[in-house]
């Protein structure tokens, strides 16, 4: 006997078990650690990507998913350097 389970288990979201959840897709991706710019870039699903200074990231994630921890490694990915902004000082261009 087989199940017809495939096509129903990538239309279930709202389960938060943890387990089985491997293949979701983060809901925010921080590209990588750049030092020509004191903004990183963060692609919000459903939003696009945007460029975000440190004091810009929490804020902009609660806007977007307002019940999301911004540290939470299963829904935010950091593709390097998690939570390290390039150095920036006012009055820098």
Do not use: G
């Given at each position: 006997m087989t199940s017809t389970s495939a096509s129903a288990s990538a239309t279930t979201s709202t389960s938060s078990s943890g387990s089985g959840s491997?293949?979701?897709?983060?809901?925010?991706?921080?590209?990588?650690f750049r030092t020509d710019s004191r903004y990183r870039l963060v692609h919000f699903q459903g939003a696009g990507w945007k460029p975000l200074a440190p004091e810009e990231f929490e804020p902009e994630v609660h806007r977007l998913f307002p019940d999301l921890d911004p540290r939470d490694p299963a829904r935010v990915h950091w593709d390097d350097r998690p939570w390290e902004w390039p150095a920036w000082r006012p009055g820098e261009a």
């Open positions: 491997a293949t979701e897709e983060p809901l925010v991706r921080v590209a990588e």
